[in-house]
């Protein structure tokens, strides 16, 4: 089975819904209120958003916060996807950033 990187379905959508809209990266970075530059690292692979930044995508581009986690794509529908493997994951991240805002 083709194990679909989560980091690939959020990068994956947020480029999608971002051009389906008809915005700039900019625009979207004005929105969410993070950098352009960012924006782009997210789109092309180099930075996997937090969650916080997931929920303001999510937001800025009108859908919820789940969307982003799911493939919409059909390049990445087409491949084999485990929503066991996104949830896993998924719990994985919420519990490593409960972890964090504790110990700061």
């Known amino acids: 089975m083709n194990e679909i990187p989560i980091e690939t379905v959020i990068r994956e959508n947020i480029k999608s819904l971002r051009?389906?809209?008809g915005w700039s990266q900019e625009?979207?970075?004005?929105?969410?209120?993070?950098?352009a530059p960012y924006i782009t690292q997210i789109e092309v692979g180099?930075?996997?958003p937090s969650?916080?930044?997931v929920e303001k995508?999510?937001?800025?581009?009108g859908v919820e916060y789940k969307t982003l986690f799911e493939p919409q794509n059909k390049n990445i529908i087409s491949m084999d996807f485990s929503k066991h493997i996104l949830?896993?994951?998924l719990i994985s991240a919420?519990?490593?950033t409960i972890h964090r805002e504790f110990e700061d």
Do not use: C, M, P
Not at 27 to 35: E, I, N, P, R, W
Not at 57 to 61: D, E, I, K, N, T
């Open 19 to 21: 051009k389906k809209l």
């Open 27 to 35: 625009f979207l970075a004005q929105k969410t209120g993070v950098s």
């Open 46 to 48: 180099k930075r996997t």
């Open 51 to 53: 969650l916080d930044i």
């Open 57 to 61: 995508l999510a937001f800025a581009l």
């Open 87 to 89: 949830e896993s994951r």
């Open 94 to 96: 919420i519990t490593d």
